[in-house]
Structure formats: C-alpha cells, structure tokens
C-alpha cells in the first residue's frame, strides 16, 4: 500500500517539524504553498505560526477556496495552535468554531502541559502552548475533546481536528497519527 500524501500548508510556521514527524509514521510529507500541489494529497496539516501572516499568504496564493474544496471532499484536516485559527469561522470557516488568539497570553505565558484528549489512548498527550488560542464558542457538530480550565483546546468536526497546542514541539506523534491512519478505528490508534 503506498504512503499517504499529507500535505503541509508552507506558507508560514514551523512546517518542517510537522514533515518529519509525517514521514517517521511512513506518510509522505508534502509542503503546499499553492494550489496546484493539493491535487493528489490524502490529507492537510496546517501548522501554527502567526495567523494574520497566514492569512496574507493564503490570499496571496489564492489559497483560500481550494483548501475550502479540500477539506470539503472529506479528507482529512490537522490544524495546530494558529491552524485551528486559520479553520474557524472568522478565517476560512471549515469548522463551526470562533477562536481566540494568544487566549492563554503572550509569549512569556508560554506552558506546557499533559492533557487527556478523548480518543487518543496511552495517556496524556504532552502539549506545548505558545501564545496559544482557545475556543470560544462551538457550533452543532463540533465535539470538544480536551479543555484546560473549561476552555476547549482540542476539537473535532467531521474530518477536521483543531489543537491550540504544538504537539510537533514535543514531539508528540499521537495527533499526527489521526491524520495519518484517519481510515482506523479509535480503538487502532
């Protein structure tokens, strides 16, 4: 069976870390700076980095209605700590979220922490928070999997999972493996 092709939005973040924890799960990493390079991909990641220069990249590359159309066939969409803000309603409004950016602060309010996310076993996850967001508000659908002090920082809608955290900092490949297996079953994973 061939690798599974998971795109990496390139435009801006720590896309690389994402690559290689993609590749160390046997899926073939591919970096995405146009349209053109969605075609033939089995799935996306969009990391973090900063959103509002996320946001000019997409526009620049018109970007925007082709990840639309992506994430609308169905396959599978991973977007970290920026990534979830790049997914909700005020962005691109592939998830029925409202986020709120630097939610736990700035820079110096910088934490990590082990958190249970629903349907990843073997324990916590470890997670790393960089003026991380949170979600605010979740739409019908939308299935909370982790929060830290009531405020969600893990959710899923279909084939969409949004995180607030880096788990490609930790070097935590548990949420990668969700993109990269999606076709398992929880009790696979």
């Not at 939005?9 to 870390?17: I, N, P, S, Y």
């Not at 924890?21 to 591919?30: D, F």
């Not at 590359?61 to 609308?72: I, M």
Request: aromatic share 4%.
């Amino acid at each position: 069976m061939p690798a599974k092709r998971v795109g990496i939005l390139a435009l801006q973040g720590d896309f690389e870390a994402h690559s290689k924890i993609v590749a160390e799960l046997g899926g073939e990493p591919v970096e995405v700076r146009t349209p053109a390079q969605l075609e033939g991909l089995d799935a996306l990641i969009i990391p973090g980095g900063e959103s509002t220069t996320m946001t000019l990249g997409i526009e620049r590359e018109g970007l925007a209605e082709p990840l639309k159309d992506f994430v609308a066939s169905g396959k599978p969409t991973l977007g970290t700590c920026a990534g979830l803000i790049m997914l909700d309603r005020d962005h691109l409004g592939l998830l029925d979220v409202s986020a709120k950016r630097n939610a736990f602060g700035r820079q110096r309010q910088s934490f990590e922490a082990d958190i249970d996310v629903t349907g990843f076993n073997g324990g916590p996850l470890r997670a790393v928070f960089i003026r991380a967001p949170w979600v605010e508000e979740t739409g019908e659908g939308v299935e909370v999997l982790a929060e830290i002090e009531g405020h969600p920082i893990a959710v899923r809608q279909e084939n969409v999972l949004a995180v607030a955290f880096h788990p490609e900092i930790a070097g935590e490949s548990r949420i990668h493996r969700w993109v990269v297996n999606a076709e398992k079953t929880e009790e696979d994973r």
